[in-house]
């Protein structure tokens, strides 16, 4: 053992070998360093000792508490490490994997399948022929059907009479049947200019002996867009296709220039905007009333960006929010509104006056803004959706047994009580919750209570959320009418979603607006069984020439609930 009572020395020598330089009475010895970390080693000194660490001397009498850091540092870094697996599985799951959070009963025990449905004692099945065929219905193209009032058209071929002799007797020969084969035809949109022509009539006999001469001229529908060749059809189909379809204005303009219409987006845009603010506006304002005069409501919100508004950078976050009917109403009314930000002002300022129950998500902005007046409902697919991001963490062969499996057997079995009281009045179902799914309720927060997972792993967060969302998931019991979760309004936003990753972002606010009146009117109509399109050419048609700008009472012929496709005018005189 080397011995040397020049610690400069000694510290540039060891350094590189990887060495521990340690001081005593006795001098500098060298000690190897697996036998310094064993804390047995250091319990026995019983001089004061010193070590070389990061480049200075540090007392051994100090050690432990460096090492209990390192500890508690290395358990950091590993929780970190698990937290960011956690997360990239998640995200690989969310880009690659299922969206459907749905899973069999039986998911977690598939291994154990033939031990769980054996049945000894059950008697074996006999044996018999089954002879089963499914006929095709005349008009039924594999599964598919296609309705009884679509149009038909026949074409028939058959033989010249001069081709009708017998080629063994001469004899015209006669008809004994015929062979039919049926097509889907589908016609691709085309182009139609309609020219309306209005005749001026004048008395001619007047005009040679009276003072006056009487005018008569015929009426004529009033335009959709003054001084505009915008029909009622064409502003309909651009809506349809970038609202329903998913089709930007920019794919639209490619498409009718290959049919030889050179129509720009920045003129679909100013017939949809124009269109929006002269015929729509009416009728969501109306169905705003008469949605802020329901008792159960469902809320949600999602990102908008909008490029060009005043005072904001074009990637700062707009948002478009959605409010809806509840599954008790009977007139569904879906309305979208723009605004800039997520503040729950926006609700506030949007359901002024409501009163009742309103089914949302976890943001806080609803609780802290909206008046004693509302009630907020918590949404169980969210506690549902984060226990199933806790499972889908755990690897496969693992996760039979673990907390985050308990936790979605117990909800499961609550979601599965909800499905079977779907058939109840709401008195009844009110009755049933208290009897059947409170005591499921509560015997689920006593267990998450009871957990012990790190509070920032996947399933530390799920129980988090749970917990904490208590006040709010519970209110689902206190009315009959009330839902178990806030799909209903997540359902709403997923048609604008998807439309929105299509056309990405909305040019002005005045664009933002636009579309989230088109989609209120589209969604709202989809919600009570009315095409889209036949509803908005409805609009179009008949608002101009009702005159609902200045005559207000006529917006409720408008309505969805009131479409009468019989009373649209036509398209030309």
Not at 29 to 35: A, M
Not at 223 to 236: C, D
Not at 386 to 410: C, M, W, Y
Not at 549 to 558: G, I, K, S, T
Request: hydrophobic share 35%; aromatic share 10%.
């Amino acid at each position: 053992m080397k011995v040397c009572h020049r610690p400069a020395r000694i510290a540039r020598f060891f350094r590189g070998i990887k060495r521990r330089i340690y001081c005593c009475p006795s001098g500098w010895n060298c000690i190897n360093r697996q036998e310094v970390l064993k804390r047995k080693f250091l319990d026995t000194l019983d001089f004061p000792a010193f070590f070389w660490y990061n480049g200075g001397m540090v007392e051994t009498k100090n050690f432990p508490q460096i090492l209990a850091e390192k500890e508690q540092e290395i358990t950091a870094l590993r929780q970190q490490v698990d937290w960011l697996t956690d997360q990239l599985k998640l995200a690989g799951r969310r880009q690659f994997g299922a969206s459907s959070e749905k899973m069999p009963p039986d998911q977690l025990s598939l291994f154990n399948e033939t031990e769980a449905l054996a049945n000894s004692a059950a008697p074996e099945p006999e044996l018999e022929e089954i002879k089963s065929y499914r006929r095709r219905k005349a008009g039924q193209i594999g599964t598919d059907r296609l309705p009884e009032d679509l149009p038909v058209e026949v074409i028939e071929y058959d033989i010249p009479a001069a081709e009708r002799a017998c080629p063994c007797c001469g004899e015209e020969m006669r008809d004994i049947g015929c062979e039919t084969r049926e097509e889907l035809k589908l016609v691709p949109a085309k182009a139609v200019l309609l020219r309306h022509v209005s005749h001026t009539y004048a008395c001619g006999h007047c005009n040679q002996n009276a003072d006056k001469t009487p005018v008569v001229k015929a009426p004529m529908p009033k335009p959709v867009i003054k001084g505009s060749f915008a029909s009622p059809e064409a502003i309909a189909h651009i809506a349809c296709e970038k609202y329903v379809m998913g089709s930007p204005l920019y794919r639209q303009e490619a498409d009718w220039d290959r049919k030889g219409i050179p129509l720009s987006r920045q003129t679909m845009a100013n017939w949809l905007i124009r269109a929006a603010n002269d015929w729509l506006l009416p009728i969501y304002s109306v169905m705003q009333a008469e949605l802020r005069r329901r008792q159960v409501l469902h809320a949600d919100e999602s990102e908008l960006q909008v490029l060009r508004e005043d005072g904001r950078a074009a990637h700062n976050k707009s948002y478009m929010w959605v409010y809806r009917t509840s599954g008790d109403a009977k007139h569904a009314i879906v309305l979208y509104d723009y605004q800039p930000s997520r503040s729950g002002d926006c609700a506030k300022n949007f359901l002024e006056g409501f009163q009742g129950y309103l089914h949302t998500d976890g943001h806080a902005g609803y609780r802290a803004k909206l008046p004693d007046t509302v009630t907020i409902v918590g949404c169980w697919a969210h506690v549902r959706r984060r226990f199933n991001d806790a499972l889908q963490v755990i690897p496969t062969k693992s996760r039979k047994g673990s907390s985050a499996a308990e936790a979605i057997h117990q909800l499961g079995q609550i979601y599965k009580l909800e499905d079977e009281f779907s058939e109840y009045s709401p008195e009844d179902r009110y009755e049933a919750r208290q009897t059947h799914t409170k005591p499921l309720l509560e015997a689920l927060f006593t267990w998450c209570a009871q957990q012990t997972a790190l509070p920032k792993s996947v399933l530390g967060k799920a129980i988090k959320y749970c917990l904490e969302q208590r006040f709010w998931l519970e209110h689902f019991l206190l009315d009959g009418r009330l839902e178990i979760d806030n799909n209903r309004a997540e359902r709403s936003v997923k048609p604008y979603v998807i439309g929105r990753k299509n056309w990405l972002f909305s040019n002005t606010p005045a664009g933002a607006r636009t579309t989230a009146m088109l989609y209120s009117i589209i969604e709202t109509a989809k919600e009570n069984q009315i095409d889209p399109f036949s509803y908005l050419v409805y609009i179009f048609r008949n608002a101009p020439n009702w005159d609902i700008q200045n005559h207000p009472e006529a917006v409720d012929r408008l309505l969805p609930w009131n479409y009468d496709q019989s009373s649209v005018l036509p398209a030309a005189c």
